[in-house]
């Protein structure tokens, strides 16, 4: 019966998110108070809904309830509890409930905290909101029911693909969700603004925390799965531009280039229409994720392999939700007030120079991702599109943004001075140009990108700290007076200093770990050695161990430096019964913020000589050195931590302040 109650409530769920968007849009028409909290009252009992609906398909996988399908074909007995509830999310049917749980439980939030908002905005605002509730929900319901019953359930399931069955992973859909679909309040509040004609200061300080919480929640998941990658694949990489990786990258730098935006908006009056243009594509690039994703044409362990049928629907979804928001675009946005007038040399010029370099970097991002499909749906030709390709494109725009990026918060409103800012930033110029003559000086191999990539990273963690020195007057002033400027800085400023410090450690991290990787594979046999960036493997033992729900064949890798012990390394080979299938289990030795990584291999034997000799086993070993391979996650986390603060600052609270009214008490003054 916790099945039917599940799919009972999904239904409900569906019928509120239905009566969410009609009785918002009544509200609007009639400019009714009773049928705006009507609305907001539906908004709130559609995610009840679909929070009973989530909670019984996570009780089905707790209590192993084959009789559900979802159940049977992606969990198992033996598997454990982590594992059992991340496996309501491990599927394509219970991914889209998780979606459809955080998307009702945005709108929730958005109608229960939009206070400030004028109260016909925030009326069409939930009815969109529930009107893309009403498509998804749709979609689950019809189409992708994950409590659907079997009727003649097995004895035990299929169980989760193994290469899904680790920690990072079982939170990191949560994360990549939650910043996936928190862009939706922003699409909300962007098609709300259109067909009001009109976007202020206040509308954009409402855009920009909703936007940051969810630019915050997607770095932290692509993060993890990046990690996920580094560490589960066993391939001594953390990002290869997979076509799902670049589905969950395009919604980033578009919501990066949407919060820059929305700061010139609500400063300035200005950019409104490129920012509403924004809004609405950190949405769609999400909705086309899940396209790409779940449609069945893309191959990557990422993708859930579905009826192509069902991604026919997911394509119509997107085509007509961001069809009518971009038709809507096009018809109100030329008739949005410009805003105010700024010089070449401002604060506001440099954020369109920020937005344009992000812009292109999107497109060549989407080229990359789509062309591939796009020539193989022409011509039946299958190409793929790699590193080499995003290396000529991608990384150049990056690296030009990165050489800008320090300048931009010292830049004064409409009009700047750039001979004063370069008077500010001299120094950790000047140091950053050191940083990076001195490695290609001593570390060997010489490579000067990647000695420009130390230089670049290093004038973005050198410009961050020259931006609070600025701010707190540093060396100019006593130094009670910088204490006291230091601690009466806003936790807005703190947060972008954070996040410029975070890019600017990533940056030092995947230069360093791309220019200086060492890599060596051998097939070892017990008692082998192998040697990579001075460190020297000798595999001693390889023996059986007995795991929660498979078996595997552990090594015990001894590994010195110039004849010092440095650690004992010991990857496995797992398999898992269940599935019938067979991962690495890597092993990471720390070396400071590098990495000695190291996979085991499948078990050979050698070929037997003329004499009958021979026939040892061996085992491949390959070993990766990762330079600073650390700050390469680390950097990612301190942006999202920065993010998390600036959230933190009053001034951006998700309640912003009810607007004064004009003599005629009607309308926001």
Known sequence: MIAELGSFALILALAFAAAQTGLSAFARARRSSVLAAAGEGAALASFAGVAIAFACLIHAFVTSDFSVANVAQNSHTEKPMLYKVAGAWGSHEGSILLWCFILTGYGAAAATLGRGLPQGLKALMVSVQGALGTVFLAYTVFASNPLLRLASPPVEGHSLNPLLQDPALAIHPPFLYSGYVGMSVVFSLAVAALIEGRVDAAWARWVRPWALAAWSFLTVGITLGAFWAYYELGWGGWWFWDPVENASFMPWLIATALLHSAIVTEKRGALA???????????????????????????????????????????????????????????????????????????????????????????????????????????????????????????????????????????????????????????????????GLLTYAFVSPKK??????????????????????????????????????????????????????????????????????????????????????????????????????????????????????????????????????????????????????????????????????????????????????????????????????????????????????????????
Not at 317 to 331: K, P
Not at 449 to 460: K, Q
């Open 273 to 435: 229409g490129w920012t509403l243009f924004l809004a609405l594509g950190a949405f769609t690039f999400s909705m086309l994720g899940a396209f790409l994703v779940r449609s069945g044409v893309l191959t990557s362990v990422h993708a859930f392999a579905v009826d192509p049928k069902r991604g026919v629907l997911l394509l119509i979804i997107l085509g007509v939700t961001a069809g009518s928001a971009f038709s809507l675009f096009a018809w109100r946005a030329p008739k949005l007030s410009p805003g105010g007038v700024f010089a070449p040399i401002s604060r506001e010029s440099a954020l369109v120079l920020n937005n344009i370099l992000l812009a292109a970097a999107t497109a060549t991002v989407l080229l990359g991702t789509l062309y591939p499909l796009i020539r193989q749906a022409a011509t039946g030709e299958a190409i793929s599109v790699g590193p080499p390709y995003f290396n000529l494109t991608f990384a150049p725009l990056m690296a030009a943004l990165a050489i800008l990026l320090p300048a931009g918060p010292l830049l004064a409103w409409k009009r700047g001075d750039l001979r004063g800012v370069g008077q500010r930033l001299w120094v950790a110029a000047l140091a950053a140009f050191g940083c």
């Open 448 to 669: 000067a990108l990647g000695a420009l990539g130390v230089t670049i990273g290093a004038w973005l963690v050198l410009g961050a700290v020259a931006e609070v020195i600025e701010r707190t007057r540093a060396f100019r002033v006593s130094p009670a007076d910088s204490w006291r400027r230091l601690t009466g800085l806003p936790r807005g400023a703190w947060g972008m200093t954070l996040a410029h410090l975070g890019l600017g450690v990533f940056v030092l991290g995947a230069c360093v770990e791309l220019g200086w990787k060492g890599e060596a594979a051998e097939a070892l046999p017990l008692g082998g050695s192998v040697n990579v960036a001075g460190y020297h493997l000798v595999l001693e033992t390889v023996g059986p161990v007995d795991g929660p729900n498979f078996d595997a064949e552990q090594a015990s890798i001894r590994i010195t430096r110039e004849g010092q012990p440095v650690c004992i390394a010991e990857p496995n080979r797992r398999f898992y019964p269940a599935g019938n299938q067979t991962v690495s289990g890597i092993a990471i030795c720390y070396r400071g913020a590098s990495h000695l990584y190291v996979v085991l291999g499948e078990r050979r034997e050698t070929t037997p000589d003329a004499q009958g000799r021979g026939g040892t086993p061996v085992w491949l070993v390959r070993a990766y050195w990762n330079p600073w391979a650390s700050l390469i996650f680390l950097g990612p986390v301190i942006m999202a931590l920065g993010g998390l603060t600036s959230l933190s600052d009053r001034r951006m609270r998700l309640g912003v302040a009810r607007p004064r009214k004009d003599r005629r008490g009607d309308q926001p003054a």
